[in-house]
């Protein structure tokens, strides 16, 4: 179906749906639905980026994710400057810092300011990571219209970052809160 017909269906479909009939405070109740956070889950988030930093880290050792990542730190105005080391210098840097943000995420796990260093670090990386959506050539699909439509590499590459940025801002935030509030108390 085209994006143009698609389009009037929907408008067509909300036209004849009168939303202010609906209740909608079921939505001021949502935080009685949502479970409070548990160390296990946080745990989850913590070990679930340890592996990816791990990962993602010692692979920036080799010269296929040097070549990799190249383009990305080539069109970034904020790592660009990386390029003065060579495509397998920056990656060497970066991969040092992946390994170190998984070392600290790791011992925060023990220790709390460990634990909010590591996910302040984590969030910054997704962070960086995010800004390549708006700075790389090709993360627009032409095929398909340009932007807002994306490309599977490198646009939903880039865009899933989104997702580990959330999960390092959770537990940044669960870091830094007092013990009491931790445990939901």
Do not use: C
Request: net charge negative; charged share 15%; no cysteine.
């Amino acid at each position: 179906m085209p994006i143009a017909q698609s389009a009037t269906i929907v408008r067509d479909a909300l036209t004849i749906i009168p939303f202010e009939e609906f209740d909608m405070s079921i939505f001021d109740r949502y935080e009685l639905f949502v479970p409070e956070r548990s160390r296990k889950e946080l745990a989850l988030l913590r070990w679930a980026l340890v592996i990816v930093f791990s990962w993602f880290g010692a692979m920036k050792f080799t010269a296929y994710e040097a070549d990799g990542i190249a383009p990305f730190i080539g069109h970034s105005p904020i790592m660009s400057w990386l390029g003065m080391f060579g495509v397998q210098g920056q990656s060497y840097l970066v991969g040092v810092i992946e390994l170190s943000t998984a070392v600290v995420l790791a011992l925060g796990a023990f220790r709390p300011l460990s634990s909010a260093l590591g996910a302040l670090m984590s969030a910054a990386t997704y962070f960086i990571t995010l800004t390549f959506f708006f700075t790389t050539p090709g993360v627009g699909e032409p095929t398909a219209g340009g932007f807002p439509a994306i490309s599977a590499a490198p646009g939903q590459f880039l865009l899933k970052d989104a997702v580990l940025l959330a999960a390092s801002l959770v537990l940044l935030l669960a870091s830094v809160q007092p013990k009491n509030e931790r445990l939901g108390r």
